[in-house]
């Protein structure tokens, strides 16, 4: 049974360009959350995807977006890159249905912006 | 909003010893949940352990405990007989419970502890 798959593993990029990370849940799992891990720091959540609709924000800008697809992956758009988006981002998911359920992490995408 | 604050950035203890790790949250809902979940340098966030708020008795895992002080909004994790596998950073979380209308929020983490294992 695959956990929760990322990619890629490590990213680099220039000021100004646009990313995208995707995500796999965990099998059975149906919501998607991303975080962003600065170096030294907790992860911050990003959002949250749910039936394909962003359901929760966290305090990050427009910049940011993302998708969920019919088969529950999900993508993090970045776009106009900053030095300050050099960071871990953390792809997690559960399953909304059971909040007894806790999040499950992935192995994260390392994105360096140059 | 939560906060989550875990006052000590490292902590260092020989194998075999019995070491506590801290964490304190602030928030204003009534149900919610509290997680620790383990780093390592692979990076993989694992989970450690899970307490829900409304009930009594302190979640066990094995060698890993907890000390939830719901008044206090103290949740403090206890490993025992620590291993050298057990060096990581080591986050507390906290998330409300979505039947508490807290919606589908976020995991809110603390800065972590750096957990080192001496031979």
């Known amino acids: 049974d695959a956990g929760v798959t990322q990619s890629p593993t490590h990213l680099i990029k220039t000021r100004g360009q646009q990313v995208t990370l995707r995500c796999s849940p965990k099998?059975?799992?149906?919501?998607v959350s991303w975080y962003q891990q600065a170096l030294g720091q907790g992860p911050q959540f990003i959002f949250q995807?749910?039936?394909?609709?962003?359901?929760q924000r966290g305090n990050f800008p427009d910049r940011f977006s993302g998708h969920q697809f019919p088969n529950y992956s999900s993508e993090l758009n970045v776009n106009a890159l900053l030095l300050g988006d050099s960071a871990l981002y953390l792809c997690?998911?559960?399953?909304?249905?059971?909040?007894?359920?806790?999040?499950?992490f992935g192995d994260g995408t390392r994105l360096s912006i140059l | 909003a939560q906060t989550v604050t875990q006052s000590q950035p490292e902590m260092s203890v020989q194998e075999a010893e019995t070491v506590t790790l801290s964490c304190t949250y602030d928030?204003?809902?009534?149900?919610?949940?509290l997680f620790w979940y383990k780093q390592p340098p692979s990076r993989q966030m694992i989970l450690v352990i899970r307490?829900?708020?409304?009930?009594?008795q302190n979640a066990t895992e094995n060698r890993f405990s907890v000390n939830f002080q719901k008044a206090a909004k103290s949740f403090s994790l206890k490993i025992s007989d620590s291993q050298l596998g057990d060096t990581a950073m080591y986050f507390c979380?906290?998330?409300?419970?979505?039947?508490?209308?807290?919606?589908?929020?976020?995991?809110?983490f603390g800065k972590g502890t750096h957990l080192i294992i001496q031979p």
């Open positions: 307490q829900e708020a409304y009930k009594q």
């Open positions: 979380a906290f998330i409300p419970s979505m039947y508490s209308g807290g919606g589908a929020d976020g995991l809110t």
């Open positions: 928030t204003s809902e009534n149900n919610y949940y």
């Open positions: 997690a998911s559960s399953g909304r249905s059971d909040s007894n359920q806790p999040q499950h």
């Open positions: 099998s059975g799992h149906d919501t």
């Open positions: 995807y749910y039936e394909e609709e962003e359901r």
